[in-house]
């Protein structure tokens, strides 16, 4: 059984045989289902971009767990640099195996933060397999057709997609990325936690129609298959 929790905004826990974190941004977060304190055993911990509201606590919990930051290579090798007592895996769009699970790193359309006003490594989104469910992240992207590839290749369970417009795919557009995907869940992420990207999931459920099947999470809830 795979366990995928909602811990708002774009974060995500995904417990499996491994236990595995995405985007944690918990501390200045609104929405936040936890706090990084609450987190005791993690093994991975993937960040999509460097915006704050997307790297966030990711350096504080693998101080604290010893777990494994994932990221684009520039990210990886910046985050190390700057942070004693952290591990970093650098990736650049492609598959890989850590720790037995499965990860690819996919594009994604957006920009990355900056930092001493040096811009830090590209945008991604992440699919992962865990214990025979395959799930893609998307990050902030706005919707590609290159997404059909991802549903060619690698098969998607579970989409987390973003729809709060704004920033990201809106959710006309985020229906769309269904279409493209065709995943058997998705779950929607990115939205009211600010007004700038304040939506309605139900009319988001309402554009997919029977494309998949739309499970809105509030923040702490959790999704199992």
Known sequence: ????????????????????LIDPFLTGNPAAAAKPEDFDR??????THMHGDHVGDAVKIAQKTGAKIVAMYDIANYLVEKNRGITTIGMNYGPTEIDGVKIVQVPAWHSSGADENFMVGNACGYIVEIDGVTIYHAGDTYVFKDMELFAELYGIDVALLPIGGHFTMGPKEAAKAV?????????????????????????????????????????GETFEL
């Not at 993690?42 to 960040?47: G, H, K, R």
């Not at 869940?185 to 990207?197: A, E, G, S």
């Open 42 to 47: 993690v093994d991975l911990i993937l960040v």
């Open 179 to 219: 279409e493209l995907l065709k995943p058997k869940y998705v779950i929607p992420m990115h939205y009211n936690t600010w007004p700038p990207i304040a939506q309605d999931p139900e009319k988001f459920k309402k554009l997919v129609g029977d494309k998949a099947e739309v499970i809105i999470l509030k923040p």
């Open 1 to 20: 059984m795979v366990k995928i929790k909602f811990l708002g905004h774009a974060a995500f826990e995904i417990e499996g045989s491994k236990r595995i």
